[in-house]
Structures are given as structure tokens and as C-alpha cells.
């Protein structure tokens, strides 16, 4: 199985990784990590998150690598290839990172949490973990109905009629899920405050 694909343009030879083939790709990979690694870190400080966009951007040329063999020719498209992947990923990282924040900030707001309290005694990554956490433990009705209100930011008139309940039922579901979260969230709160 070969490796590598050669040909001959203007008396030069051009040496290409064989991205369709598993060793091909295992060259490739090596060639080019710690390349994706530094680019990124020069976007990012958290090496976790770093190492977490060079495993995607990996992923994605491996699932992509019929269309991405015939598309990206050389050594110079592939680095323009990669760092434009890398900006896109960090780009999106940081989207999703700002609308988590909104999203927490609101839900603090909502359950009449000072934000003091949050700032000082933990940390906002913390407090978003345990927000998605405990919105998963809520019944998957409540849930959904939750999600669509707060993330989706559709109208209780807009949920009721995609899920085919009530105004009523709607209101019940927030109202319940916002109880939970409040009576949680102010708990695992004070929990850190007397940690600290």
C-alpha cells in the first residue's frame, strides 16, 4: 500500500501523504499535531482545550479524507488548510464558551442568585457543569420544555403547540424546572461557601 503519492511538475518532485490510506494518514498525523498544537495555543492558554480542537480537527480530515486528498495538494495548502480549521474551531470554542456564560448568567438572574455569590464562591465553569447537570436530571418532558425556552428562547405559545400541550402544562414545566434549579443551585452554593 503506498504511503505516499509522487509526481513530477516543473522538474520537482512533490511528495503528498496518502490521507485515504490508515499509514498514510498515520504519517500525516505525525507530521502535522504538534504543528496544530502551537497554532492553537497561540489562540488559547487551556492545553486541554487545545489538545481537545487538534483531536477534532484530525477527526474531521479522517472523515473527510477521500473529498480532502484530491482538494488539498500540498504542503503549503494543508498549513493554510489547518490553520484556517484551527481559527474556525478556537472561533467556535469561544462562541460556545460566551453563549454558556449568558445562558448561566441568565438562569442566576432568573433564580434571583447574586451574582456575587457566584463570582466569589465558584467558579463560572463550575456553576455552568452543575446547571447542565442538574437540567439533565429533570424529567425528559420538563427537560425539553426547558431547553426550549431558555437555550431555543421559543415562546410558551411556540413550545405548546410544537409538543402539542397546553399554555398551562408549558408554565407548569418552567415553573417546576426553575423551583428545582433555584432550591439546587443556591444549595450547591452555599455548600462552597461554607467549603470556603
Known sequence: MKIFRQKNEASKTEIRFNIKAEDGFSHFYQRY???????????????????DITSKIFMSIWERREHL?????????????LVR???NKVYDHIWAQEQSEKYVSA????????????EKEVHFG??????????????TRRQEVFRMSREQGLSYNEIASKLSISNNAVNQHITKALNY?????????NSHQSIG
Open 33 to 51: 499535531v504538534t504543528y496544530v498544537l502551537a497554532v492553537c495555543q497561540e489562540y488559547l492558554s487551556d492545553p486541554n482545550t487545545c489538545e
Open 69 to 81: 486528498y484530491e482538494s488539498v495538494p500540498d504542503h503549503l495548502s494543508w498549513k493554510r488548510y
Open 85 to 87: 480549521a484551527i481559527k
Open 107 to 118: 438562569i442566576a438572574t432568573e433564580l434571583n442568585i447574586s451574582e456575587n455569590s457566584v
Open 126 to 139: 463550575e456553576l455552568a457543569k452543575q446547571v447542565d447537570q442538574l437540567v439533565e436530571n429533570l424529567p
Open 181 to 189: 434549579l433555584r432550591k439546587n443551585l443556591t444549595d450547591y452554593i
